[in-house]
T-cell receptor
Framework: GAGVSQSPSNKVTEKGKDVELRCDPI?????LYWYRQSLGQGLEFLIY????????KSGLPSDRFSAERTGGSVSTLTIQRTQQEDSAVYLC??????????????FGSGTRLTVV | AQTVTQSQPEMSVQEAETVTLSCTYD???????LFWYKQPPSRQMILVIR??????QNATENRFSVNFQKAAKSFSLKISDSQLGDTAMYFC??????????FGTGTRLLVSP
């Protein structure tokens, strides 16, 4: 597609429920990132996929968080047993890999998750 | 670990004036890249300007320019002739080793008529 697409745009869920957030990167972009932006905070790195390499999961805050990327394209971030502190905007970004990363990422518009 | 610090949570400027947003970073690397991103209310992060650490010349993009001081590990953004559309959150970010971007906490800029 022309840009990075994220769905849903907004999600309200009850505490304890599971949620899935979707990211459709720019076609041909091999690198895909998930960040979390809590109210008044900067962007917190969650996970990074690069081609067929094992993902960098070093930013996932707990084992309730997981992500996968199927076929090197679409990615899904899953949060199990949601807690109120999970409320945030979840941003996805993609980029061409390798040295092209030095030109920055293209971001989606994010999913605002509200846990009530 | 690399860190990025933006010490100004909020800034205000009047239309047509110039404003400078501050950013400092900490790294032991010698080769890296620095970025300023803008986040309007639409939430989409937009790349404003990029600087390569091995280039001494400061990057410019139209009304946006940076003051890159490598020894001081400082990377400020100057916005000239501010416009109402410049109202947004601005994030400074750092990249090394072609890994992940590390972001500061952001500066909220309000441009008033």
């Amino acid at each position: 597609g022309a840009g990075v697409s994220q769905s849903p745009s907004n999600k309200v869920t009850e505490k304890g429920k599971d949620v899935e957030l979707r990211c459709d990167p720019i076609s041909g972009h091999t690198a895909l990132y998930w960040y979390r932006q809590s109210l008044g905070q900067g962007l917190e790195f969650l996970i990074y996929f690069q081609g067929n390499s094992a993902p960098d999961k070093s930013g996932l805050p707990s084992d309730r968080f997981s992500a996968e990327r199927t076929g090197g394209s679409v990615s899904t971030l899953t949060i199990q047993r949601t807690q109120q502190e999970d409320s945030a905007v979840y941003l996805c970004a993609s980029s061409l890999g390798g040295t092209a990363l030095s030109y920055g990422y293209t971001f989606g518009s994010g999913t605002r998750l509200t846990v009530v | 670990a690399q860190t990025v610090t933006q010490s100004q949570p909020e800034m205000s400027v009047q239309e047509a004036e110039t404003v400078t947003l501050s950013c400092t970073y900490d790294t032991s690397e010698s080769n890296y890249y620095l970025f300023w991103y803008k986040q309007p209310p639409s939430r989409q992060m937009i790349l404003v300007i990029r600087q390569e650490a091995y280039k001494q010349q400061n990057a410019t993009e139209n009304r946006f320019s940076v003051n890159f001081q490598k020894a001081a590990k400082s990377f400020s953004l100057k916005i000239s002739d501010s416009q109402l559309g410049d109202t947004a959150m601005y994030f400074c970010a750092f990249l090394t080793g072609f890994q992940k971007l590390v972001f500061g906490t952001g500066t909220r800029l309000l441009v008033s008529p």
